[in-house]
């Protein structure tokens, strides 16, 4: 046994969610996959804070969003919408709009 300490688990996940955003920055792509591969690890990332498996930070970054729950929110319900403006049909861009309005953050009035 070495006398180093284990990483925690939540700091291995968000290692995880750095090296997933690290390589769809590589890719430089502005089309369809480009923008469900973003929307997809926003999506994981939030899920994560949900079931409280990774703490918020913004000590962090995913594609320039910070680790809070509602900067993640809007990086996500922006990335939905340009899925549906990549759609090639129309019930496919309408469940995009649906997913963006679903994952929006709560405002109240």
Do not use: Y
Not at 33 to 45: E, G, M, N, P, R
Not at 78 to 103: G, T
């Amino acid at each position: 046994m070495s006398g180093e300490a284990e990483p925690e688990p939540s700091a291995l996940l968000i290692e995880s969610l750095l090296k997933t955003a690290e390589k769809i920055e590589s890719e430089v792509l502005d089309d369809f996959t480009d923008w469900k591969k973003k929307s997809d690890l926003f999506l994981l990332a939030i899920k994560q804070l949900e079931t409280r498996q990774i703490e918020n930070t913004e000590s962090a970054n995913l594609l320039g969003v910070p680790i809070i729950e509602p900067k993640l929110r809007d990086a996500a319900e922006a990335a939905l919408r340009n899925c549906a403006h990549f759609a090639e049909s129309f019930e496919e861009r309408v469940k995009f709009v649906d997913e963006a309005n679903k994952i929006r953050n709560v405002t109240w009035f």
